[in-house]
């Protein structure tokens, strides 16, 4: 099911060499209530390794997160919490100096005993832009 929600993103990245990068990121998405189980956070912490060049870069690695989300399921709603493991993969395209696009999508398996859901895997795409700070 899709749902549109509101994500603020913050990352650091530091180059270990001229083109490899360690990334930190974390992802704050608020979910857009639905039907009559309210709004919803999921939070991913990510840590990457990357390849970065002039007018862009790009990082994978693991992720964990925590959520509290409203979901239904079959015959039942209700909100689901917990945390999940995962992997993340991020690119970003500088455009006109600083500023630019990026692109990341998070896979979680969300376990648990829920009496909404069973366990599932879920995919968190986000677009949008992007500014790039630099210590010289």
Do not use: E
Request: charged share 5%.
């Amino acid at each position: 099911m899709t749902h549109l929600a509101v994500s603020p993103h913050a990352g650091i990245s530091w180059r270990i060499n001229s083109n490899i990068l360690l990334d930190v990121h974390d992802l704050l998405s608020v979910v857009t209530p639905i039907q009559i189980g309210g709004a919803g956070v999921y939070n991913s912490t990510i840590f990457a390794l990357g390849y970065g060049w002039k007018h862009g870069n790009f990082s994978a690695g693991p992720s964990v997160a925590i959520y509290f989300m409203p979901a239904c399921g079959s015959t039942l709603c209700g909100h689901v919490a917990g945390m999940a493991a995962g992997a993340h993969a991020q690119t970003n395209a500088y455009i006109v100096g600083p500023l630019g696009v990026a692109v990341s999508a998070n896979v979680d398996w969300i376990g648990g005993s829920s009496v909404v859901l069973p366990g599932y895997v879920s995919v968190l795409v986000v677009v949008g832009p992007v500014l790039r700070w630099s210590a010289k």
